[in-house]
């Protein structure tokens, strides 16, 4: 759990399944290490390190935003497949005490790609 806000609870686990992360049907992520963020009401964020994204699919963004809870966030603009989406997978560099395991990872919005989920 967060240690910023005790009244608003962030568990982060293994998702424990193999994630692959879709633009226009191709992978641009590939990972049996992914993390699920379960952040109060809202609904599960996966989190897939670096290591295991194509990054060439995805260009750094002038876009950050601040959560009080996880610290700044950095954005990517999808370019694949002829797909291109602004500000549509973020990450934190330096997360907040509490939710240091997402440091290196990339998140997705649901909106610009589909998450197929099978067994690890």
Partial sequence: MSIADPSHPIAIEP???RLRVLV????IADTTRALVMRETIYPP???VPREDAL???LRPSDHTTRCPYKGTASYFDIDHAGAEAANAAWSY???LDGVQEIAGHLAFYPRYVEFELSAA
């Avoid at 226009?24 to 992978?27: D, H, L, N, S, T």
């Fill in 45 to 47: 964020i996966y989190y």
């Fill in 55 to 57: 990054m060439a699919a």
């Fill in 93 to 95: 560099e330096d997360p």
């Fill in 24 to 27: 226009a049907g191709e992978a």
């Fill in 15 to 17: 998702l424990g399944q």
